[in-house]
């Protein structure tokens, strides 16, 4: 990578292609190895494909996270029930035409899973987590359009009982260890759900690929991934408090320093870093190279990334580019010239608008979810 560092970046098709791996049965995108690592039923995003790239992750570059597998659905005959006992009358049915012909928004916002940066606590604080084996890729940023979900549950008529809503995939039954977990779902306060959650059926200028939840979605800005459920099928409309083992037992925090049977569900997620580089990095020494990376967070802007080269000791700010949305991430870029040869780490720490920065040490879970620490990325100069 040394003599394109300076240069517009890894562009896709420029490289020497790789054999391509067997893709898992379950994803309907191609998955080229120079674009994605494929842990499974899941697909992760290469940071080093981001460089150079518009502030959008392209469709063909975004993570997917799929339970099980892509369902290939006709939106002509598909249909979004809205029901239960908090709505004023009966089960409401909307078609994909109802959608498209109701009041559009357009929202900018990353998508990221729960567990991006699980291998981390592995790697940088020995302490293992089992799971999907994700780096940083599991995290993109889309352009979705479609109908805020607020509108659908005042068309479906919802009461003022209601507390919880239950949106649920179309996708299969999600077996974990032999027992049927049932379809992927997962409650949302009604809160959340009137104040900005989009039922989405465009990603960036075009309708929802299947990998992504054709033919609509929900995009739940700054939660958890696991919120914004794919493939919508129904979404039951609650006067009490619903569960699902999406609520109950994964999404949370367990484990020592944390309470019995977990912490609350996850929601937001925290601030978070990633160079566009290659795992482990080349440089030449004596050099100037232009480093990238983004970064976000779930509770609003970044306002201000640092980047180390010497475990911390020392920091120096990146320049921010002016093209941040509250919901997505913010490219960033910082000259660096690596003195010697040798390997070393490099550093990227952002704090957000709410005072928020990222940590030295993420708080350990037994199910690796929210890892937000400051990565160290390691570099090989040469
Ligand atoms: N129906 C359904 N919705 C789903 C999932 C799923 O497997 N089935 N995975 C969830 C998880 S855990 C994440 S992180 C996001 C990933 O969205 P993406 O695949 O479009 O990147 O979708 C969520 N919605
Ligand atoms: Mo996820």
């Given amino acids: 990578m040394t003599s394109t560092e300076d240069g517009p970046g890894v562009r896709r098709g420029t490289r020497r292609t790789a054999p391509e791996a067997a893709p898992p049965p379950g994803i309907r995108k191609p998955l080229p190895p120079r674009l994605f690592a494929v842990h499974g039923t ?14 959008l992750t392209p469709d063909d570059l975004f993570f997917v996270r799929n339970h099980t597998a892509t369902p290939l659905i006709d939106a002509a005959t598909w249909r979004l029930t809205l029901w239960g006992d908090a709505l004023r009358g009966g089960p409401v049915a909307f ?16 998508i990221e899973c729960a567990g991006n940066g699980r291998r981390l606590y592995g790697e940088q604080q020995y302490q293992e987590a089992p799971g999907t084996p994700w780096r940083l890729g599991a995290v993109g940023v889309a352009r979705w359009r479609g109908v805020r979900l607020a509108t659908l549950l005042e068309r479906a008529g919802m009461s ?10 179309l996708d299969a039954d999600y077996v974990e260890a032999g027992e049927n977990l049932g379809r992927v779902r997962r409650p949302l ?16 200028g075009r309708p929802l690929p299947p990998d992504h939840g ?13 919120a914004s459920i794919k493939w919508l099928g129904d979404i039951e409309v609650s006067a009490e408090r619903l569960e699902s083992p999406w609520s109950t037992r994964l999404y949370r925090m367990h484990g020592p320093g944390h309470p019995p049977g977990g912490g609350p569900p996850l929601t937001r997620m925290g601030v ?7 795992w482990p990095a080349r440089f030449e020494a004596g050099r100037e190279h232009l480093l990238r990376g983004r970064s976000w967070s779930g509770h609003g802007r970044v306002v201000r990334v640092e980047v180390s080269e010497d475990e911390g ?18 490219r960033w870029t910082l000259p660096w010239t690596p003195r010697e040869a040798g390997n070393l780490r490099l550093l990227a720490r952002a704090a957000d608008e709410t005072g928020a ?24 100069v040469t």
Avoid: C, I
């Avoid at 109802?98 to 916002?109: H, K, S, V, Y």
């Avoid at 306060?189 to 960036?204: G, S």
């Fill in 42 to 55: 899941n697909a992760e995003t290469r940071w080093e494909a981001l460089r150079g790239e518009d502030y």
């Fill in 357 to 380: 920065v990222q940590p030295d040490r993420a708080a350990y879970n037994l199910l690796g979810y929210r890892f937000d620490a400051v990565v160290r990325h390691p570099v090989v």
């Fill in 95 to 110: 078609t994909y035409r109802d959608l498209l012909g109701m009041p559009a928004e357009t929202l900018t916002a990353f």
């Fill in 272 to 278: 978070k870093s990633a160079f566009e580089l290659p």
């Fill in 189 to 204: 306060p009604v809160a959340k759900a009137l104040d900005d959650v989009l039922v989405a059926y465009e990603m960036n």
């Fill in 214 to 226: 054709h033919p609509a979605r929900l995009v739940v800005p700054g939660w958890v991934g696991a």
């Fill in 313 to 330: 000791v020392s920091w120096r700010p990146a320049r921010l580019r002016d093209d941040r949305h509250p919901r997505g991430w913010v």
């Fill in 160 to 169: 003022d009982r209601a507390v919880a809503l239950m949106p649920r995939g």
